[in-house]
């Protein structure tokens, strides 16, 4: 018993990584937390309990061996800590850094029913980081040729991983890109400062080692469409193709100079390196006083973006209150500590220019939490007369994206629902047309990148078995 | 990687002629389409209407002038030097069909825009009335290409140094009044597109313009380029770029036009300075 109780003395705290300073980051691009090193690391690792029946690998949308993949970090193996990892998830580096995980694995980590739970993503991170920098770069073996081929269409996490799965099945695979670059989201959404673009960059070039054709500056639908692929003559189509259409607010004023979805205050700033200019020829709006709309992760890089772009003052606009926050709590916390301000239960009514069609402000209404609705939250109500001006130069709309119709449209036989996704089989990912799967955000709406790679999965695995045994 | 085989400089050099290699784009383009070219590593997507393209050849070909620093370094592009990407075809192609008389306006480098339109309305079976207009004479692009694509042409110039003295808006009043103009296609700079469409409203012809926005993608997710048609808001890049010419908040796209002007001086000057050290 006595020693019991010792051992609980001695817990070991959860380690935190160390980061930029909040005063020093809010003014550079480079990433906020450094990672752990090896120590660190391994002692983090000492927390896990491996438990038999884990729970943290229920909370995981696919089913990371989690305590497989911490012991081995324990033990000072990284580089089999990363191929564990690998076994379930193609991108660790990237989703350690952009996972929820307090709703994912560590919300469910039995160590945080009465403390801090283990740090799955940090250490998800520091190995899939320690593979990077020190592995062998050793290609893993790839399947016989099967003379099959694949097109997968965007190359956002969704795409790459169908892409990963069918070239070591000994698929001939290639990827089209709309865009110049590939990464879908991690490239053009994601900021630098949370997600390097090297890493993108790198697990991109490792996919291309294995042989994975890759065609930029393809817009499917236009440039191509996918019954032309298929008289080129590909076996079976994958769409990943995201949820890139920008939703606006539709109030009065949002067509001023100064008004940005945030896809496009995103895409200049991180695609086109406008953060960079004139070094780099795209511009960008950098507002003193920006207003961001809406609270998820696209909210908060947005937010985030404009202070190191110079603003004066960045603030979040929510018409609900903090529980309903969506971003990742980490983001919220960080954003928060490099001075971004927080205006809960306000809604924008309208938006006001000068002559020259400039934003100069925003009117928004307060409001107050009524009745729970269908959902259980409780609805947000105006307050009848608190309207109130906020003054503002720049405004980023980032409440949340919806179905791009430019493919969908082109597509004889695509079923869609109502807001224009793509209707799948929720078990393989087929979609109503033959030979044709999808899955990521073009499904199930803007989710998560490991939502989307766990799609990615489900679909190869059925692409396999159709290229074997037929539809 | 995307080459150049022909070039040809126009309009005191201010009007650059690019035919580049693009067999995709080349077999699928249709008139009234555009691509986003971006020279370089550190270049900007810059949208730019195909004014030819030759399936058979592989190659599109685009004409732009040059009014900033991207179009600039476009210009240094010599036969044999390439674009780094060519995105398309972008954009909704013009509708086409046999109307009776058709006519085509264009201004500046809207010409460019404008001929392969007024070749396939003429190809349709209209009967084609094109009118052009520049500044001045030195300044007047693809005249015997525009002769050639219509029915008949003609030319003015505000200086009077050729054909007639003045604006296109008073040539194509003439012919509103003359003939009987089932459709009407202009294109050319926004203060033009404005006060000829103000013309055809008043004869109510049913006219079409096209829009040229600021874009970043091209492909409706930005919503960079949107512009008031009717009082509802579109995306040109998908949506159009060619909208009803009544419909469109002209005012609202110039004033969304200068929305860099500062920056677009500030990076111009930089490159200015840099080609003549
Ligand atoms: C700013 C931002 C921050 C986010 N932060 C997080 C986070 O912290 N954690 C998290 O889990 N999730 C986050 N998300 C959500 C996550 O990024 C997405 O759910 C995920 O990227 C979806 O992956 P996908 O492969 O379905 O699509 P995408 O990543 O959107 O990729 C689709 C790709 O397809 C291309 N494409 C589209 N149409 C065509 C066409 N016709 N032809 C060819 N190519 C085409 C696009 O250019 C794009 O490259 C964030 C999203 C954004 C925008
Ligand atoms: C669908 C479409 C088709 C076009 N076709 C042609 C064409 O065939 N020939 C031609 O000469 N021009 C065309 N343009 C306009 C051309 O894209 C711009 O002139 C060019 O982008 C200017 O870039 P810059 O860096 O040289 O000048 P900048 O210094 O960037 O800008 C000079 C002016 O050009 C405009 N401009 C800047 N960036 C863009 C942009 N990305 N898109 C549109 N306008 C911009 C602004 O009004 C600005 O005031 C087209 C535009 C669109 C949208
Ligand atoms: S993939 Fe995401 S949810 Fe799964 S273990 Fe890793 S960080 Fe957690
Ligand atoms: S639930 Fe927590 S302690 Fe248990 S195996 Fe998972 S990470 Fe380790
Ligand atoms: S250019 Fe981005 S939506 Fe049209």
Redesign the pocket.
């Known amino acids: 018993m006595a020693e019991e109780k010792e051992g609980k003395k001695k817990k070991t705290p959860r380690q935190s990584m160390p980061e930029q300073g909040p005063a020093v980051r809010a003014k550079n691009f480079d990433e906020v937390p450094f990672g752990y090193d090896e120590e660190t690391a391994m002692l983090e690792a000492s927390?896990?309990?491996?438990?038999k029946k884990?729970?943290?690998?229920e909370g995981c949308p696919v089913s990371v061996d989690?305590?497989a993949f911490?012991a081995k970090i324990k033990e000072g193996d990284f580089t089999g800590a990363c191929r564990k990892l690998w076994e379930r998830n193609a991108l660790p580096a990237v989703c350690g850094r952009v996972c929820p995980q307090e709703l994912q694995?560590e919300g469910?980590?039995?160590?945080?029913k009465k403390g801090d739970?283990?740090a799955?993503g940090n250490l998800e991170r520091f190995a899939a980081d320690w593979e990077r920098h020190h592995g062998t770069g050793e290609l893993p073996p790839i399947e016989e040729p099967t003379g099959k081929r694949v097109a997968v269409v965007g190359s956002g996490p969704s795409g790459l991983t169908v892409a990963g799965d069918l070239i070591l099945k000994g698929h001939d695979v290639t990827v089209f890109e709309a865009f110049h670059l590939p990464g879908g989201v991690l490239i053009y959404g994601i900021p630098e400062f949370r997600l390097p673009k090297e890493i993108v960059g790198q697990e991109v070039n490792f996919l291309v080692r294995q042989g994975v054709n890759l065609e930029t500056n393809q817009v499917v639908g236009r440039t191509v469409t996918i019954d032309e692929l298929f008289e080129q003559g590909y076996d079976a189509v994958y769409l990943g193709v995201g949820a890139g259409l920008p939703r606006f607010l539709n109030i009065p004023g949002e067509n001023l100079i100064g008004i940005y979805s945030a896809n496009e205050y995103l895409t200049r700033s991180n695609l086109m390196k406008a953060y960079l200019f004139p070094k780099y020829d795209t511009p960008i709006i950098k507002g003193k006083n920006v207003v961001t709309l809406g609270a998820g992760n696209v909210a908060m890089d947005s937010a985030r973006t404009a202070l190191r772009l110079g603003a004066e003052s960045s603030k979040i606009v929510y018409r609900r209150s903090r529980q309903e926050v969506p971003a990742r709590s980490a983001e919220v916390h960080h954003a928060e500590e490099e001075g971004v301000e927080f205006h809960f239960l306000t809604n924008p009514v309208r938006f006001f220019g000068d002559e020259k069609n400039r934003l100069t402000g925003m009117e928004c209404l307060q409001m107050e939490l009524g009745e729970p609705d269908d959902s259980g939250r409780r609805r947000p109500l105006p307050i009848k007369g608190s309207e109130f001006k906020l003054e503002c130069d720049l405004a980023i709309i980032a409440v949340g994206a919806g179905a791009n119709p430019l493919l969908t449209q082109s597509t004889e036989g695509l079923k869609l629902n109502n807001w224009g996704y793509i209707i799948t089989d929720p078990k393989t990912g087929k979609t109503s047309k033959k030979g044709v799967w999808a899955g990521g955000d073009i499904v199930t709406g803007a989710a998560t990148v490991i939502l989307a790679m766990g799609a990615g999965r489900q679909a190869a695995d059925s692409i396999d078995d159709y290229l074997k045994w037929g539809w | 990687m995307f080459k150049i085989v022909r070039k040809e400089e126009m309009s005191e050099g201010n009007v650059i002629l690019n035919e580049i290699e693009a067999p995709l784009i080349a077999q699928k383009a249709k008139p009234g389409q555009f691509v986003i070219l971006k020279a370089n590593e550190t270049g900007e997507r810059i949208p730019l209407t195909m004014a030819d393209t030759d399936p058979e050849k592989g190659t599109i070909t685009v004409i732009y002038m040059v009014v900033g620093k991207s179009t600039a370094l476009f210009k240094t592009l010599q036969v044999g030097d390439e674009y780094q990407d060519v995105i398309g075809p972008l954009g909704k192609p013009t509708h086409v069909e046999k109307v009776g008389t058709v006519v085509c306006v264009g201004g500046g480098t809207g010409i460019a825009v404008l001929h392969p339109i007024t070749r396939a309305m003429k190809e349709a079976g209209n009967h084609v009335i094109a009118i052009i207009g520049a500044r001045s004479k030195d300044l007047l692009i693809l005249e015997d290409q525009m002769r050639a694509a219509s029915s008949d042409l003609r030319v003015c110039t505000d200086d009077g140094s050729y054909g007639h003295h003045g604006f296109v808006t008073d040539v194509l009043k003439e012919v509103c009044e003359k003939e009987d103009v089932a459709q009407a296609v202009l294109i050319g700079p926004v203060p033009m597109m404005k006060f000829a469409s103000l013309v055809t409203k008043e004869y109510n012809i049913p006219t079409l313009v096209s829009l040229n926005p600021i874009m970043v993608d091209g492909t409706g997710m930005c919503g960079g380029c949107r512009v008031t048609i009717g009082g509802k808001t579109k995306f040109a890049c998908v949506d159009g770029p060619e909208f009803d010419g009544h419909q469109v908040d002209y005012d609202e796209l110039m004033a969304r036009l200068q929305a860099y002007c500062e920056q677009e001086k500030q990076c111009y000057e930089e490159f200015c300075t840099l080609e003549q050290a």
């Open positions: 927390r896990c309990l491996q438990c884990p729970s943290c690998v989690i305590p911490i694995c469910k980590c039995i160590v945080g739970p283990v799955i």
